[in-house]
């Protein structure tokens, strides 16, 4: 499986931004769609993830501001990420979880939030 995320940039705080990752390959196999992130000195840490039937789960910092979906005929996922704030700035990275259980990574999008 190969993912290609894209949308990142630089924000305003209170702005907004849309994140994708586009999967080919073996992507009949994927189950889990993920958002992660990296902020610099910082661990990688969960952001969202969506099931391949649609369930949701999303990190208690990001709760109620950003929304994570997936559209399995274009084999895409999205991230909304609406007022953002600079401790939102990191690089992110989306992942998948084959039923298989192994894993990809694409290779991150820079997000900058500042005035």
């Known amino acids: 499986v190969q993912l290609q995320a894209s949308g990142g940039g630089l924000v305003q705080p209170g702005g907004s931004l849309r994140l994708s990752c586009a999967a080919s390959?073996?992507?009949?196999?994927?189950?889990?769609m993920g958002w992660y992130r990296q902020a610099p000195g910082k661990q990688r840490e969960l952001v969202a993830t969506?099931?391949?039937?649609?369930?949701?789960h999303y990190a208690g910092s990001v709760k109620g501001r950003f929304t994570i979906s997936r559209d399995n005929a274009k084999d895409t996922m999205y991230l909304k990420m609406n007022n953002l704030q600079p401790e939102d700035t990191a690089v992110y990275y989306c992942?998948?979880?084959?039923?298989?259980?192994?894993?990809?990574w694409g290779q991150g999008t820079q997000v900058t939030v500042s005035s």
């Open positions: 969506i099931t391949d039937s649609g369930t949701t």
């Open positions: 390959g073996s992507v009949f196999s994927i189950s889990v």
């Open positions: 992942n998948v979880v084959l039923h298989t259980g192994s894993d990809y």
